[in-house]
């Protein structure tokens, strides 16, 4: 949606046919087309955001003339209200999830972006094939964003896991990161993307921090090794060899050879931290990192 100014008018809106809403489809009395209208009235703008979903829910085909309303629209109320009207629809809007992935991605507006993704979690899982294609994709901002959305689908978004999973090792960090974060609310257990090469300050810095919490915790050698694999790759393992002290070394390279092989139950233990982390959470973790030490 291009919005060029904020006006009080309707000379954004357009309906690519107006006689298909004129020639019988009402709402409680009015027309689709008045209904479009009204959007720019702030007396009657959440009414009419009912009524358009009501009208998807009557006749989904409609979804696409307000599709078309949002490309056009130059009114940031108008471009909002058709937004909401898509959440009203709920399932009956599931088309339009490819294009509210790219609202809540790009959208200049906070608001936007919010509504949009909250159009999705109403739509729900009527919506999940689109977020199917979008993680498979070759679009970054939509993988990410399909990513990060579904984790507030909740159970709905469960069939999404195997390809969260694979998510995991994508090029891209944000997609890696949207997708850790909805695996530890799904799996309800915790769950990191790996970080980029070791030889990025960022990576090295927080793996010794890392290490120096976890060695003077009571975690159990699996734990460890699940948390300093989730900010690693496996070929950068020896960056977190250098700096465990040597007992723990030792019990840590006699652990390792007793790893399973195959790629999904490896893939689980490289990604999956203990059930239960210290202090329960990755923002917990990251606060730890970002504090003074005083030792």
């Given at each position: 949606?291009?919005?060029?100014a904020?006006?009080s008018t309707?000379e954004g809106?357009?309906v ?19 209904w479009l209208r009204?959007l ?18 009557n006749?989904?085909?409609i ?10 629209a130059e ?6 209200g058709?937004?909401?009207a898509f ?5 009956a ?17 906070a608001?936007?972006r ?12 009527a919506?999940l094939p ?16 399909a ?10 978004a ?5 390809l969260?999973y694979a998510?995991?090792?994508d090029p ?10 909805t695996?530890t609310?799904?799996?309800?257990r915790y769950?990191v ?5 070791p030889?990025d ?6 793996v010794?921090?890392?290490l ?18 989730g ?16 007992p723990?070394?030792e ?8 790893l399973?092989?195959?790629p999904?139950?490896?893939?689980k ?7 239960r982390?210290p ?17």
């Open positions: 949606m291009a919005v060029t904020v006006k309707l809106i357009r690519r046919d107006q006689r298909t809403f004129d020639s019988g489809k009402q709402y409680d009395g009015h027309s689709f087309a008045e009204r720019a009235d702030q007396d009657r703008r959440k009414e009419a955001e009912v009524a358009l979903g009501q009208f998807i829910i006749d989904p085909a979804l696409d003339e307000l599709l078309d309303a949002y490309d056009r009114n940031i109320c108008v471009a909002t058709i937004i909401r959440e009203h629809a709920g399932s809007a599931k088309r339009a999830v490819p294009a509210l992935l790219d609202v809540v991605h790009s959208a200049g507006l608001s936007f919010l509504f949009a993704h909250r159009a999705i979690v109403a739509i729900g899982p919506g689109h977020l199917e294609t979008a993680l498979r994709g070759d679009n970054r901002p939509r993988r990410a964003t990513a990060a959305v579904a984790r507030d689908l909740g159970d709905a469960k069939p999404l896991i195997p969260l998510l995991l090792d891209h960090r944000s997609v890696r990161l949207a997708a850790a974060s695996l609310k799904l799996e309800n769950v993307a790996v970080c980029d090469e030889s300050e960022w990576t090295k810095q927080r010794e921090k890392l120096k919490l976890l060695t003077k915790s009571n975690l159990t050698l699996r734990e460890i090794y699940g948390q300093i694999e900010y690693l790759t496996p070929k950068n393992v020896a960056v977190v060899m250098s700096l465990l002290p040597a723990v070394l019990q840590f390279r006699e652990h390792a050879q007793r399973p092989r195959t999904e139950e490896r893939s233990l490289l990604y999956i931290n203990c059930d982390p202090d329960d959470t990755l923002a917990a973790l990251i606060d730890y990192f970002d504090r003074d030490e005083t030792d």
